[in-house]
C-alpha cells in the first residue's frame, strides 16, 4: 500500500476521534464579539431594557428629572393646543397630545391667569385712590395674589388627581399627566376673559364670564367623554366635571366683583373722609 494514501484515510469515524471545528468556533465567536473587525473594539451600549429601566416606585414622583420630558415642546405645538382649546367641539385634544402631554401649558397658563387677576385689582386699586386723593400713598396688597393662587392652583391640581383616582377606582384606563394637561389648557379661555371683566357693566360681564365658563365646561368634558368613554358611571363624572368648570368661571367672576366693590368701598370711604375733614375746617373756622 501507498504510504500517502495511508496519511489521507478518513479517521473521523473511529473511537475517540474529535472533529476539527476549533478554528470556526473561534472565527464565530470572534465576529460576535468584534462584528468582522480588527484591532480594538469599543463595547457596545447597553440594551434598550437596562438603559430606559421604569420608575414603578413613588420616589419618581419626587425626582425632577421624571418631569423634564413634558416641557421639552415647541412653541408652535403649545400655541396649536391652545388653539384647540377655544373649540371644544371637537373633542380631539387627547388626539393631538398623542404620547407627548405637557405640562408647560400647566405652568403658564395658571400663573399668568394667577397674575392677571392679582394684577387688576392692585391696578383698579391704583386708579381709584389716585382719582379720589392724590396725596395718599399706594402700596401692593398681596392678599389678591394670594386668593387668586389659592383658587386656580387648588384647582387646577386637585381637580384632575380626584379624576385620576375616581376612575382608577372604577377601573378606567386613566393618565394623571394627561388630565393635567387638559386641564391647564382648558383655563386658557380665561385669560383674554380676564380683560373682559373690566368692561363696568355687570350684566355683560355676566355674560361673558358663563359664554367662557360653557366653552371650558364643554371642552373638559367632551374630551374626557371621548377619553373613557360614556358609561352610565361615567357620565356622572362628566356632570361633575362639567360643573365643576362652570363653578371655577363663576368663581373668578364673584372674585372679581368682590374686588371692585372693594375697591369702590375704599374709595367712598377716602371722600367721606374727606368730605368730613372739609366739614371739620369749616366749623372750626365759623367758631373762630
Not at 431594557?49 to 423634564?68: A, D
Not at 387646577?156 to 378606567?172: D, E, H, M, Q, W
Request: with cysteine.
Amino acid at each position: 500500500m501507498d504510504e500517502s494514501s495511508f496519511w489521507n484515510l478518513p479517521t473521523s469515524h473511529l473511537l475517540g476521534s474529535v472533529p476539527a471545528v476549533v478554528n470556526e468556533e473561534s472565527e464565530a465567536s470572534y465576529g460576535r464579539r468584534g462584528g468582522g473587525g480588527r484591532g480594538y473594539q469599543t463595547l457596545g451600549p447597553p440594551t434598550e431594557g437596562f438603559e430606559q429601566q421604569p420608575q414603578n416606585n413613588w420616589k419618581g414622583v419626587f425626582s425632577i428629572s421624571s418631569y423634564t420630558q413634558y416641557f421639552d415642546v415647541d412653541t408652535d405645538v403649545v400655541v396649536n393646543r391652545l388653539i384647540s382649546s377655544f373649540y371644544p367641539a371637537g373633542g380631539d385634544f387627547f388626539n393631538k397630545i398623542g404620547a407627548n402631554p405637557d405640562l408647560y401649558g400647566l405652568i403658564w397658563i395658571t400663573t399668568t391667569l394667577v397674575f392677571m387677576l392679582a394684577a387688576f385689582g392692585n391696578c383698579a386699586t391704583y386708579l381709584i385712590q389716585k382719582r379720589t386723593d392724590r396725596t395718599t400713598t399706594w402700596s401692593f396688597d398681596v392678599g389678591y395674589v394670594n386668593a387668586a393662587a389659592c383658587g386656580i392652583y387648588g384647582y387646577s391640581l386637585v381637580v384632575p388627581v380626584a379624576f385620576y383616582f375616581l376612575l382608577r377606582y372604577l377601573g378606567s384606563n386613566a393618565s394623571l399627566i394627561r388630565f393635567w394637561c387638559m386641564w391647564g389648557y382648558s383655563l386658557s379661555i380665561f385669560i383674554p376673559t380676564a380683560f373682559l371683566l373690566l368692561i363696568p357693566v355687570e350684566i355683560l360681564r355676566w355674560i361673558i364670564i358663563l359664554v367662557a365658563g360653557t366653552a371650558s365646561s364643554c371642552f373638559v368634558t367632551l374630551n374626557l367623554t371621548s377619553y373613557i368613554g360614556g358609561s352610565n358611571d361615567l357620565r356622572m363624572m362628566m356632570i361633575a366635571a362639567f360643573l365643576l368648570q362652570m363653578a371655577l368661571a363663576i368663581f373668578i367672576k364673584v372674585w372679581s366683583r368682590d374686588v371692585f366693590d372693594e375697591v369702590q368701598q375704599r374709595a367712598t370711604n377716602c371722600v367721606s373722609l374727606e368730605w368730613v375733614n372739609r366739614i371739620d375746617l369749616v366749623l372750626l373756622a365759623y367758631n373762630f
